[in-house]
């Protein structure tokens, strides 16, 4: 079993950033994936940005391409979601997912489907 823990949710104000973070525990693979979804009010959880662990693939949503960052901290087992340039349509709950069999390099890492663990999620509001 894996657990997922996602902190630095608030409030901020257009334009400015967040780091999400998405701490592991208990037992994982070294070959899995892992990425960001999120969901907005009245709207159905979509893809943000996967991390492949098996390589280097880590594609974004067209919708933040550019503004957010995925990143790792292997020490601490830790994700990261870097957002800058926030926008009032980027409020939504946003969720930590892994899973310990896929390969990014070979399925679509943008099915939530696809993923076996998640967080209970931490709320992002950016205002106007």
């Known amino acids: 079993q894996v657990q997922l823990v996602e902190s630095g949710g608030g409030l901020v104000q257009a334009g400015g950033s967040l780091r999400l973070s998405c701490a592991a525990s208990?037992?994982?693979?070294?070959?899995?994936?892992m990425a960001w979804f999120r969901q907005a009010p009245g709207k159905e959880r979509e893809f943000v940005v996967a991390?492949?662990?098996?390589?280097?693939?880590?594609p974004y949503a067209d919708s933040v391409k550019g503004r957010f960052t995925i990143s790792r901290d292997n020490v601490k087992s830790t994700i990261y979601l870097q957002m800058n340039s926030l926008k009032p349509e980027d409020t939504a709950v946003y969720y930590c997912?892994?899973?310990?069999?896929?390969?990014?390099?070979?399925?679509?890492?943008?099915?939530?489907?696809?993923?076996?663990?998640w967080g209970q999620g931490t709320q992002v509001t950016v205002s106007s």
């Open positions: 997912a892994a899973s310990p069999h896929l390969d990014c390099r070979s399925y679509a890492c943008n099915d939530d489907g696809r993923y076996d663990y």
């Open positions: 208990g037992r994982t693979y070294s070959t899995y994936a």
């Open positions: 991390l492949n662990l098996s390589g280097s693939q880590t």
